[in-house]
Nanobody, 121 residues
Framework: QVHLVESGGGLVQPGGSLRLSCAAS????????IGWIRQVPGKEREGVSC????????YYADSVKGRFTIARDNAKSTVYLQMNNLKPEDTAVYYC??????????????WGQGTQVTVSS
């Protein structure tokens, strides 16, 4: 398993932006597909985005297409999720997760502890 640490969450007004980071200390994230998943208490987890490892293909949920961008910086062993034009319905705990490929059901084997994103005026 890979130890992942998320950061960058916080409180932002509707229409604002945040950038989440996912880092690993023991292994380089360049070796893994990295996904972002969010969860609201009482609701099922929602796969938000994923970046593959072989060709850096990216995938997005329809709810965030055109607003969120996933990217990796292999030199820093970090994957970012840039979130623009945030909406109140984006409020959730955001987790990053790692595995060998981007699974369509986001059933990754390694997960971080999560970071809270709150979009509110």
């Amino acid at each position: 398993q890979v130890h992942l640490v998320e950061s960058g969450g916080g409180l932002v007004q509707p229409g604002g932006s945040l950038r989440l980071s996912c880092a690993a200390s023991e292994f380089t994230l360049a070796m893994y597909a990295i996904g972002w998943i969010r969860q609201v208490p009482g609701k099922e987890r929602e796969g938000v985005s994923c970046i593959d490892v072989t060709d850096n293909s990216t995938y997005y949920a329809d709810s965030v297409k055109g607003r969120f961008t996933i990217a990796r910086d292999n030199a820093k062993s970090t994957v970012y999720l840039q979130m623009n034009n945030l909406k109140p319905e984006d409020t959730a705990v955001y987790y990053c997760a790692a595995d060998l490929v981007c699974y369509t059901d986001y059933s990754f084997s390694s997960w971080g502890q999560g970071t809270q994103v709150t979009v509110s005026s």
